[in-house]
């Protein structure tokens, strides 16, 4: 028998709840013939008509020293005082399974560390991607392989706004109160459609495919409030979408460029028709090439049950660390940004002679709006696209399209 | 130190061997410190110009009796020796790892009971979507779910053909001579056109997922040599694409539902878009929803990548069996044809106004070839379909839509 807890009892913690209930004995298979039972809820709100109101706690302790609990998920969600629970239970020797993506990307290298020290597990698979598998897959099944290059879908309300302002023709804004009248973005959309979830997800992959700590504030991160109905409309001109992507390249030299930006991505790449609240995640290594992983990123059933792999996992590996983890590098290993090259899709008033004179050889596109230059030029480095844009005359967009 | 062999130096066994070679560093840190090792490569041909000629063995018996060996790959495909091999090396407690979908899908229920009863592994999963993550996946990080249904693009050569078609507008007999001029098709492409091939990793796909053996005997399989390029180009009207697929529906009672069969599939499902020799393999479950595994289904360094990752899995569960497994079941497992429906896409010389009388309502397609009508049916058992059509003056075309 595996006792278990849940820390918040929000939506993927109800449905983390849910899960265990409706599925015991197929769980218990999956763990070896353990049952898996649920023994505390944690959470400050009461819940007085819930079914098993006696597994309610507010007192962290209660988990915290019952010897009993072998695992516990925390699903609660913000930094604090997530870090300290997941630190103290850790410590105590128990494991713990997340989906706070935040938590992961900030303190994952001490949180994985000590978890490691003390030989039980810290979990994240429902971190980035919900339901998708996406940290085990490529932390174990694609161990044989160098990872070159992660492009990542990562955030479901960004991708939500973008796909309706390319099937339906809403403006950004139009698209964004839509997504937020169906509750796919928060009232404040700040942290998604400026980029910064995306940004703490493939800080996550980053570090797991590199084995060293990414830390997010070293991406570069642009959102999606800049991409107008002109450039999806010209992205669609040009056969491809623009999508909000999460990317890492590692170089031979250990190091690794990232970056969040929107893209251009043309419609042969399987990235450009993930649709709607979808996630996908393209890995490429050097041995099996580009494989995707594609699914719901979101959602109280989906992430839950990533959830609940983790918590199966981590009572099959009780005392035992799977060696999930990445550490903290002396050196920087961040790679200089002059050493990734994108091309630009750049739209300016300035006539097409005049971009020549700029940008030497480039692809010019049809226009779609009167009086303006659309064009994609050569790979560049950021610093020589902005030396060159800045002898513009305008530059009415300018968004990189993906290798 | 841990001490493997591979069995069969063809495509996929030098690729286990060069990745083994390139990469031992890496593989020792994800095996938990143990080196692995390459002692024996079998094979009755010579390869006496070979840098490490000393590890070739034409004696299998070298590698059975050897208790340094603790994990052997078999990737010498066909069902003997292959059998005969695996089985003498689990009971003497060897792991074995397979990228031979024959032999898990017409032994793999004897062998996983052998591996399991003598606390080894058997792992296959470059048997299915070659490099592709799928077979742990499924079994590990979906296990908080039901799973109720599994759509695949499983053989690259078959899709390679279609999308020739449907790109190129070449005829079934000029895409697959291209097909065989690159290498992807064999010269008798039987295994692969009619549909065995895939009809074996269906088998396995729904094994793994019910816990039931799928005897690949009792799954209904069509190929695609009757589709045509006027077929295709309906399909394309349609806003959809023809793929062969397989395909796995899991009942609430139990019963498993199981076709190969090419499948009209619209183009808002990320399957219509899997091109070339890419495989797909979609799997529905009741908490994650629909998630999406995609990659190359084949070729030497991208199934040896997956070769190598069950190396290491097996290296580092070492007499601690995973327990993947199914079971052979007294009764019966596969549902009943009658259960299952499907919309039907067909083509007759018939008028609309007969076909309307047979089918009732129907959705028409804009005819492409002259005094013929196309038309989708609602969904009909296989049963009601051909009772229907039997009422035709001819069928020119049936192919199933994919629900």
């Known amino acids: 028998m595996a006792k278990v807890a849940v820390m918040g009892y929000g939506t993927v913690g109800s ?21 898996v039972e649920m023994k505390y809820i944690l959470d400050i709100r009461d819940f007085d008509d819930h079914p098993e109101k006696e597994l309610f706690t507010k007192d962290f302790n209660d988990i915290l020293n019952d010897d009993e609990v072998s695992v516990v998920a925390e699903v ?66 694609l ?48 942290a998604d459609v400026e980029g910064h979830d995306a940004c703490r997800k493939i800080a996550i992959l980053a570090s797991l495919a590199s084995g ?8 570069e991160t642009e959102g999606i409030t800049n991409i107008t109905l002109n450039d999806v409309k010209y992205a669609a001109a040009m056969d491809s979408a623009i999508k909000l992507i999460g990317y890492a390249q590692f170089g031979e030299d250990g190091k690794i460029y990232s970056i969040v930006s929107p893209m251009i991505i043309k419609n042969d790449n399987p990235l450009s028709s993930v649709d709607g609240v979808f996630n996908a995640i393209m ?23 990533a959830v609940v792999a983790d918590i199966v996992d981590a009572v099959k590996h009780n005392e035992r660390s799977k060696k999930i ?15 990734k090259k994108f091309s630009y899709f750049i739209r300016t008033s300035d006539l097409a002679e005049n971009v020549m004179k700029i940008f030497g050889k480039c692809e010019f596109v049809d226009n779609i709006v009167d009086n303006e230059s659309a064009f994609v030029t050569q790979p560049l480095t950021q610093a020589e696209a902005e030396e060159k844009m800045s002898k513009l005359t305008d530059v009415v967009a300018n968004i990189r399209v993906l290798d």
Not at 89 to 116: D, F, H, M, P, Q
Not at 155 to 174: P, Q, R, S, V, W
Not at 326 to 333: D, G, L, P
């Open 15 to 35: 449905g983390v709840y849910d899960i265990i209930k409706a599925n015991a004995d197929r769980l218990s298979r999956s763990a070896n013939g353990e049952k």
């Open 76 to 141: 609660m969600g913000g930094l604090h005082p997530a870090y300290e629970f997941t630190k103290s239970l850790l410590e105590s020797g128990k494991s713990v399974v997340t989906s706070n993506k935040e938590l992961v990307a900030t303190y994952g290298t001490e949180l994985l560390e000590i978890a490691r020290g003390k030989n039980v597990n810290y979990f994240f698979e429902a971190s980035v991607g919900g339901g998708i598998p996406i940290i085990r897959p490529m932390h174990q099944c």
């Open 143 to 190: 161990t044989a392989n160098n990872i070159l290059k992660i492009a990542g879908i990562l955030n479901g309300t960004t991708n939500y706004i973008l796909d309706k302002m390319i099937t339906k023709g809403e403006t950004f804004e139009a698209a964004l109160k839509d997504a937020q009248d169906k509750g796919f973005a928060e009232r404040n959309p700040a």
């Open 212 to 219: 060293k700590m990414v830390d997010y504030n070293d991406i």
């Open 283 to 305: 890995v490429t290594g050097d041995c099996v090439g580009d494989v995707m992983f594609y699914g719901k990123g979101a959602g109280k059933l989906p992430t839950a049950s």
């Open 325 to 339: 983890f990445w550490e903290k590098t002396e050196k920087n290993v961040m790679a200089d940004k002059s050493s």
